[in-house]
Nanobody, 115 residues
């Protein structure tokens, strides 16, 4: 069983919305820092948003006010609600679970913003 499984990517027009989901195995979800990263073609992977086990959040400047990260501890799932999407948001989005000594990645989900 994969520790992280993402879903929710797709094609959306500029200005549209998508919600990404990341289902984590219960053994890692409750104690890990959960995050979303993205990687566009030819670019390095970059942090989009992160949320701690207590709910504290952190966002990259380029998504502040547009994206919201949240977690449902009962479902072992972290979400990324993406609004006002721009063509430059096009990338593969990866879910990440991190604590000192352990680091897990999902397989990635493609988000394409295009008219």
């Amino acid at each position: 069983q994969e520790p992280l499984v993402e879903s929710g990517g797709g094609l959306v027009q500029p200005g549209g919305s998508l919600r990404l989901s990341c289902a984590a195995s219960g053994g890692i979800f409750s104690i890990y820092l959960m995050g979303w990263y993205r990687q566009a073609p030819g670019k390095q992977r970059e942090l989009v948003a992160a949320i701690g086990s207590g709910g504290r959040t952190n966002y990259a400047d380029f998504v502040k006010g547009r994206f919201t990260i949240s977690r449902d501890n009962a479902k072992n799932t972290v979400y990324l609600q993406m609004n006002s999407l721009k063509p430059e948001d096009t990338a593969v989005y990866f879910c990440n679970a991190y604590k000192i000594g352990s680091n897990y990645w999902g397989q990635g989900t493609q988000v394409t913003v295009s008219s």
